[in-house]
């Protein structure tokens, strides 16, 4: 998984393969369509680091699979003009395998709309941390997309992460731009949620003091760079205004 999804993408290739051979769809394949599923879509770094970190990069492996899953039509390739790269979506045969395994989430096919990438660089990086949660084990994982379209809730976090039937709220940063007002209620309204144990505040940048100094549940309330958390893991330090914990002792 690429460290910052904005400026390490690779595409994954520059001609297609044309293979023929019927498709025998394994359990990484489902693994992928649901999440692309779930998250809307995924690039090809999140495919190969997510799913094949383990195979060779010099053998292709994951490439020819990707390739191969587009042209017997489970995943449909779309060109981002923002980020200038291509992204996988689950096609509605794909998510026709999914319904099946009870895997679908009660969510529709995700068609991308002409602006579908909008809020691309926003929505990988979200998914870079499911990824990642998910490397250490931790799959439990609601994600923006079916606390909006299933569950229909007017504030949601950019996903939820449940360990041992508790609730984390994510709320992900691609850097401070937001007002002290604004941030502000953001927290009183977490403060004032019972459903959600935590809040992990993960910004893309650095965290700033006067933002860890304002008003907000210490209990709760964690802050933590995207680059810690993608280099450390559950060393990375989570902090507050009362104190720093490392992610594995606030799990």
């Known amino acids: 998984m690429a460290e910052d999804i904005g400026s390490k993408e690779i595409q994954a290739a520059e001609a297609p393969v044309k293979e023929t051979s019927p498709v025998v769809l394994t359990e990484r394949d489902i693994a992928v369509f649901h999440i692309a599923h779930e998250q809307r879509y995924l690039c ?16 292709k492996a994951c490439w020819h699979r990707v390739e191969k899953l587009v042209n017997a039509g489970y995943l449909t390739k779309e060109y981002s003009g923002k980020m200038r790269m291509d992204v996988f ?15 679908d989430s009660g969510l529709p096919v995700m068609k991308p709309s002409r602006d579908f990438d909008r809020n691309i660089v926003h929505d990988l990086h979200v998914t870079n941390l499911r990824i990642l949660f998910r490397e250490m084990g ?46 502000q209620a953001l927290f009183e309204y977490y403060d004032d949620h019972e459903g959600y144990r935590l809040l992990f505040l993960i910004i893309r940048g650095d965290t700033r003091e006067w933002l860890m100094g304002l008003d907000y549940d210490a209990r709760k309330t ?30």
């Open 44 to 59: 090809y770094n999140q495919i190969s680091g997510g799913f094949w970190k383990e195979r060779s990069e010099d053998a």
């Open 89 to 103: 979506f689950a096609s509605e045969k794909a998510v026709e395998v999914l319904k099946k395994k009870s895997l």
């Open 138 to 183: 931790l799959i439990q994982w609601k994600s923006e997309r079916i606390l909006w379209e299933r569950d229909h809730l007017y504030h949601k976090p950019d996903g939820v992460l449940t360990i041992r039937g508790k609730k984390i709220a994510i709320e992900f940063e691609n850097g401070i731009t937001k007002g002290i007002k604004r941030y």
């Open 222 to 251: 964690w802050f933590v760079t995207y680059k810690d958390l993608v280099k450390q893991k559950e060393k990375a330090l989570f902090e507050n205004k009362r104190g720093a914990f490392e992610l594995s002792r606030l799990l």
